[in-house]
């Protein structure tokens, strides 16, 4: 069942992977026509800034799909000279600590957010952009990417706790240099 969730949750980050990049390259067409409209003497005004915001929200919905790509980075000094059990514990252990990371950021991510709504806050820009507007799907992104942290530590543990452990290296593994050459 856990391999099954892991994989069902690899297919939804993909799609929202998908997403993201449609919205990071219609951001970056938006530059380019701004550059454009530059050397023409024209400019549309505000393209660093809402770069910006498409940077931030590809950052942080980016990061549930890095998890489940084994793109995170990891230092497995320890964990490449040890067998099966011991390195499905590390990587278990690994899990934790980041999960815990991530709901803390994604907790306190939740004040910025509440404190643009409460008091209707802009961008000191001249587009003067509602920031919740940003920050809501921001927000969304960290809650997300410590809603799969989670669910991926517990899958990983179920594993684990029923000698399975080998089984977690595909989805919480870490890939060694010598693996990549």
Request: aromatic share 8%; with cysteine.
């Amino acid at each position: 069942m856990e391999l099954r969730v892991i994989e069902a949750l690899r297919r939804l980050n993909r799609l929202i992977a998908l997403i993201v990049g449609l919205g990071l390259l219609g951001c970056a067409g938006f530059v380019v026509l701004d550059i454009v409209a530059r050397q023409l003497g024209s400019s549309f005004g505000g393209t660093d800034e809402i770069a910006g915001y498409a940077m931030a929200l590809a950052t942080s919905w980016g990061m549930a799909y890095t998890l489940l790509e084994l793109g995170h980075v990891r230092i497995d000094l320890l964990r490449g000279r040890c067998g099966d059990t011991l390195r499905a514990l590390f990587d278990v252990f690994a899990m934790v600590v980041m999960s815990a990371v991530i709901v803390a950021i994604a907790v306190k991510a939740w004040p910025v957010l509440a404190r643009s709504l409460a008091n209707g806050s802009t961008a000191n820009t001249p587009l003067e952009t509602p920031l919740a507007w940003v920050q809501l799907p921001w927000f969304a992104g960290w809650v997300w990417f410590a809603l799969m942290s989670c669910a991926v530590t517990l899958a990983a543990l179920s594993l684990v706790l029923r000698g399975r452990g080998v089984e977690t290296e595909n989805f919480v593994g870490a890939f060694a240099e010598e693996d990549l050459l």
